[in-house]
């Protein structure tokens, strides 16, 4: 493997020495909200290679120390905007193992320190991190790129009322010394560092999946993740043995700033999915999928980050039509193109290529619907051209050929030529792949879903324009039998501008304002602040203050920044707001409203 890629955002190149092992001893802190630790690695070196680098950011070095406990000198080297510091470690000729002791800061920004009164069950602090995309080196001092892979061992201690999980084997009791172990043995990247630490309980759903939640959290979980077994299989079916042991979820408080985070043998999981019905486990299949597209095979660099994510969307939807259908997986397919057109429109054309460059920004900047979506166009495309049987050979063969691999959009292109393209010698319309990959926008000949629900919802809106009513819409199109996904199309789809008086019946009749689900919730709330709908006001305050979901909270506050009034407002409940958010969105929305 060439594990020094050219990847910008990691120092660590430049030292030529890579970690291949982490021993992890630390002590969480949650009256100084730090963490205090020992990080010991066995290194490998080129021959002449006199120092290693690693990545840090905000971390007080205390000292560094080689397997004979002798001093070795180290120098931080200036901060740089996202990146931190280098931690420049001299090396003598024989050494193999290095240790630094260290402590985090404050603002350590992968960190989120809860007080009781954030969790569900409100009696016990919480901590989580959160490492991808560069935030594993605010809590480690680590070599910070996807194309550096090491294994790891862990000793963790926590208050003696709290458990610890990690990214590793997992404890599934309290125990009552406070003190955990852990082990990674299959060699991950930095972005997969995962560490939690709370009042969570454990129930299995089969020998080698479960839960874990708070106490009161748990029973609702296990409801909506009954499936959870059977995505497992269907995915090895699909594209091969699942290779991690166990796969485990972990509900989090609702100020995780992601959906899901496919942090390996344990998903962390909004709870924001707890939809009571099951309608948004698709987000357990996208994590599980990361399994194989990311965790096994990894984008080299943050620019190839389409590797990762669009590949994870195809194999999402492939799990969910098998488990649930055709017609379900096109709804979902539907819904990303919609995503995709909508990001289109606003994102620079530099930003719209499937491989980037994000040299000298914040990796974060990528992830868009391109990487997500466009990327799943893409491979769609490529399974319509050569036909599912071929295609889904040449995925599983990816999977296990490019296994524990860092993989660049070049590698994958050389690797889809030769396995793919020169093996069945189908001809692609010229420039195929140069327009998918490095060319903006969307390729005309892109694949375009269109399910028949969503012409049925479709059909339902332009009825309802034309004067009919929300109740004989109701009758009309049955929708008491519509699914959360035909609900997610119809609120989306409604045209910007409404009155007043449309959207108290709509809400009269469909009760969007009071609706549980999350996904439903949010899209109305952005239609009822574009149209100034005030009985959704302080619902939508609500749902502000207590979820921290970065893709609910960015189209709000930048649908309410569009009026003077809005703005006041959003700033009034972003002051009580932010307490609860996570640095990864209270970063992105101080930008937001300056
Ligand atoms: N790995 C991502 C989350 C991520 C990406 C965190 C980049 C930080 C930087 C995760 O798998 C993901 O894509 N989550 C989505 C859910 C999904 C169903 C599209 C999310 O959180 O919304
Ligand atoms: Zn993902």
Redesign the pocket.
Known sequence: MDAINNDSHSFARLGQSIITHLNWDARIDFNKKKIFATATYQIKKLPNAKIIVLDTKNLNIRSVVNGNNETLPFELLEPQHFLGQALKIQLSSNTKLISITYETNKSAEALQWLSPQQTADKTFPFLFT?S??ILARSWIPIQDSPGIRFTYDAKVEVPKNLIALMSANNPTKKNDSGIYNFKMEQPIPAYLLALSAGDLVYKPISDRSGVYAEPSVLDDALYEFEDLEKMISTAESLYGEYKWGKYDLLVLPPSFP?????NPKLTFATPTILAGDKSLT??VA??LA?SWSGNLVTNATWDDFWL??GF??YF?YRIMEALYGREYSEMLASLSMNGLKEELESLPAEDTRLKLNLKGRNP?DG?TSIA?DKGYFFLRSLEEKFGREKFDLFLKTYFSQNAYQSITTEKFIEILNKQLIEEYQIDLPKDFLNEWIYTHGLPNDSPTPSPEKFKTVDKAILQLLKNMTASQMKDEFKTDQWSTHEWIQFVSELPNQLDSVQLRSLDEVFGFTKSQNSEIFSVWAKVSIQNNYQPCYPYIESFLIKTGRR?FLMPLYTALIQTEEGKKWAKEVYKKARPNYHYVASSSIDELLE
């Open positions: 959160q991808q995309a992601f959906g899901g985070m496919e698709s987000l996208h994590e990361h990762n994510e994870t969307v999402e974060d992830m997500y893709k």
